[in-house]
């Protein structure tokens, strides 16, 4: 409904109602417009949103508003009505010809709502066919010859593409892996923890075609780069309909329509990102999260939901199943594996024949890179495009903060005061411990051997010159978020680079993400190292999901793959691990780490940031909410800080941060149930902005 707010109007949603007021009566408002007459989200919809405001602990009105397309927030009816004009039965009596002669323009709108017939002409239509249809219309309106309705809007069609394509046959593992899946269609949760291109998608899609056979929808959650056009028509020609889609690029309409059409249940397949957890489904059958352990599905600011924990919660309240797939499963779903709690599925070769990719990697200590390019891997290059392949060289840019490694003697600048490496600042021309705050001059030379040193991290433009310069007879791509900014753009460049146009692509994780380039074949890595030494527990496991998934572009058809990697640490028992055990070695190892360094899934966490001009105000707020803490926790609750954040200073705010552990979520969500209303009378968190992080994925 409409509401009055101070002095101007509101949308708000009604949750509840009370016969009685604390108010007197008279300060009390009536609502100015009651705009959905029935309701818009059904019980089973606002359960999900009262779990998600409890759980994240965030006002429940933006959760609503984080649950509903634009246009609904901002006011249009669930079911909006479209302004139709029709010509009368007196205007059917009327003769055209002698009203052409007096006026020609009222002449020719009637003439064509005449032979649009009973169901008259939309008013946009009219406006694009007679721009000035208006005008002409007003004088028969008067007469009587032409007549307005509301007509409700058509709901989404599920236009049938052509019949589904036939199945694939499954080999054994996909076998069992979809006998698993179909031993009940009550909640489970199924991890298909398969390398990629060992067909997890295939036993999805069988999978959702039993559910979609029986009437029931389908959910399917995507990472937004990997919501490719790929995958969409992979979807619908196998499964023979059209997918209601929900991501970014849409308009607010499309963003509607395809909410509806979900909402009602004529679309049987609903396929989005992130947001699309929330959608009203009128019969839901399953839940998907394709690439589980992508951090696209966690909302970094506002509202700080985890979607792929979101869709188990929803999943466990609908009583469907859920499937989670990934190439390189995050230690929080392997770990509800191992308790037995959720059901690990392994689909651990590929399908159709293809090998895997062989590792290797170049020291570059004794074979140096100029401009991130070795000679092995430039010669490496050489022989996959001769031999007719593509190579993708991908440099590894999220999530690490870039610290000082000598080329030369592969010394790292550390913090003297605490045993750490230090961070890079660049603007500042400063190195930086983020554990104890010191700071020293970025050195031009290694403290270690007196060579020349500079920050690791190249960037993808200097990477694209240095190989257009080596390779000048073939065609060089450049995949990153300054190239494929324009709409269309990255669609464009996968497209080329699937048909082969593209000899090497050169990019960042947007080209790891389960794209299928048939004639790839080399994959390079050229600075992995600054994931060797991330400050973050979770460094190595993101690390190894990087490279996984990268590597995982390279030979899916019939030609092998190759990859190698640039390091100036090839001794390092991160690479044998990888090299030898896989994704599943470096994964047992972390969680067995974690287990005894407590760090989550063994643990809970909550990280609180506060922001602030001065420095000193943020610090304030989270010494208070320290001192909260501390009084409201109980022995297994940890409090770490507040510390300056890793990335100390954005956008000219001071950054800092205040980590809550628990072994016990209850108890911890107990403490952030008590410290919120606090804080929010604290007089110290008026000049700060804060926020709580639950179950944070990135500690700055
Ligand atoms: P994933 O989702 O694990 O990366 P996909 O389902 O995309 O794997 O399968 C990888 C490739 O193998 C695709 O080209 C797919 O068509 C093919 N494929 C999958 N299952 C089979 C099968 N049973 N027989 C033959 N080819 C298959
Ligand atoms: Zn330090």
Redesign the pocket.
Known sequence: MRVPFGRRQAIGLVLGHSDESALPAGKLRRCTEIIDTTPILSAADLRLIRFTSDYYHHPIGEVVAAALPALLRHGKPLHPTVETIGATDAGEATNVDTLATRAPKQAELLELLLDAGVVGVEADRLTEELPNWRRAAAPLFKKGYITRRDMPSDDFNETLTNTASRR????EG?QRALAALRASDTFGAYLID??????????YLQRMQDIIDRGKQVLVLAPEIGLTPQLIARLRDRLGIEPALLHSALTDNERLAAWRAARSGAARLVVGTRSAIFTPLNRPGLIIVDEEHDQSFKQQEGLRYSARDLAIVRAKQLDVPVIL?S?TPTLEMLQHCQTGNYEHIR?PV???G?KPPTIHLIDTVRTPATDGISEPLSAAIESHLSAGGQALIFLNRRGFAPTLICGSCGHIAGCERCDSRLTVHAGKKQLRCHHCGAVRRLDSSCGECGEPVKPLGEGTQRLEEALCSRFPDHVITRVDSDSTQRKGAMNEVLDRATEGAADILVGTQMLSK?H?FPKLTLVGIVNADQGLFGTDFRSAERLAQSIVQVA?RAG?ESRAGEVLIQTAFPDNPFWSTLIEGGYRQVSEQALAERQVTRWPPFTRLALLRAAAHRHSDAFRFLEDAKRIVAENADDRTRILGPVDAPMARKAGRYRVQLLLQSSDRHALHKLLGVLRPTLEQQSSGRKVRWSIDVDPIELF
């Open positions: 694939l046959t499954l080999n996909q398969g390398v990629t291109g060992s067909g997890k998608t295939e036993v797939g190439a689909l590929r399908a159709g293809a389960g299928h995982g899916r």
